[in-house]
């Protein structure tokens, strides 16, 4: 019903930057939160940022001040600016959506593939 297809993730050094992409498609009728979530290895999977269909967001403590979470409802898109990154931001990446895909009933949640980050020298 609603595909999402994430990008930008990769390797990068201590300190630097990566910025995420999740764009949805599919049988959308309208979108409330995105966000963004995370998976270490022998960890369970953890918030990292959401941001409401209004621009509120709500951040992990861990990623405060490094990291901002936008959208673009034009494109169906969220986006994550990972600045400052550390080695124990390393992960794979999920985006998640809440969305309606008819008028009527609540909205049901969806998940992207994954995409993996490594923050190493």
């Known amino acids: 019903q609603v595909q999402l297809v994430e990008s930008g993730g990769g390797l990068v050094q201590p300190g630097g930057s990566l910025r995420l992409s999740c764009a949805a498609s599919g049988s959308i009728f309208r979108i409330n939160a995105m966000g963004w979530y995370r998976q270490a290895p022998g960890k369970e999977r953890e918030l990292v940022a959401t941001?409401?269909?209004?621009?509120?967001?709500k951040y992990a403590d861990s990623v405060k001040g490094r990291f901002t979470i936008s959208r673009d409802n034009a494109k169906n898109t969220v986006y994550l600016q990972m600045n400052s990154l550390k080695p124990e931001d390393t992960a794979v990446y999920y985006c998640n959506v809440d969305c309606k895909t008819t008028p009527w009933g609540a909205g049901a949640s969806f998940w992207g593939q994954g995409t993996q980050v490594t923050v190493s020298s």
């Open positions: 941001i409401s269909s209004g621009g509120s967001t």
